[in-house]
């Protein structure tokens, strides 16, 4: 699917999404990564679901966001919850959904002013 929103000058937004990529401005990632306003960082995450550690968490966590979208490939999977516990204990809201879903609504998110970072597995 691709987006027909404008870009937000200076932010990094999903412009298009398909079956084992995403688009972020313009720019093809087929790998995991982490998108926020600012930082952008491809290769970020495990393979599946299944895969995710602490490591991946903390990677989340120093982006200081106020909600994290997590998007659990093509499928929709919760992570173990003892792996999240850091986000919840930091007050950091956790969404898990899709990894489709999970771009549409950073967008949404993004475009509201929210700090939201969304970390994709992109499987």
Same mark, same amino acid.
């Given at each position: 699917m691709k987006f027909e929103r404008e870009? /937000? %000058?200076?932010?990094?937004?999903?412009? %298009?999404?398909? =079956?084992?990529?995403? =688009?972020?401005n313009g720019a093809r990632l087929t790998a995991g990564a982490l998108? @926020? @306003? $600012?930082d952008l960082v491809p290769g970020w995450g495990p393979a599946s679901i299944?895969?995710?550690? @602490?490591? +991946?968490?903390?990677?989340? %966590?120093s982006l200081a &966001?106020? /909600?994290?979208?997590?998007?659990?490939?093509r499928?929709? $999977?919760? &992570? +173990? &919850?003892a792996l999240l516990a850091p986000l919840h204990e930091a007050r950091v809201g956790v969404e898990v959904m899709d990894t489709r879903a999970a771009c549409r609504t950073y967008n949404i998110l993004l475009a509201e002013g929210r700090r939201v970072v969304a970390a994709l597995i992109v499987a």
């Open positions: 870009t /937000i %000058a200076g932010q990094n937004v999903f412009t %298009a999404y398909g =079956d084992g990529w995403v =688009d972020v998108v @926020a @306003a $600012r299944d895969l995710l550690e @602490a490591s +991946h968490v903390e990677a989340i %966590a &966001p106020e /909600i994290v979208l997590l998007g659990t490939g499928t929709f $999977r919760f &992570p +173990h &919850p």
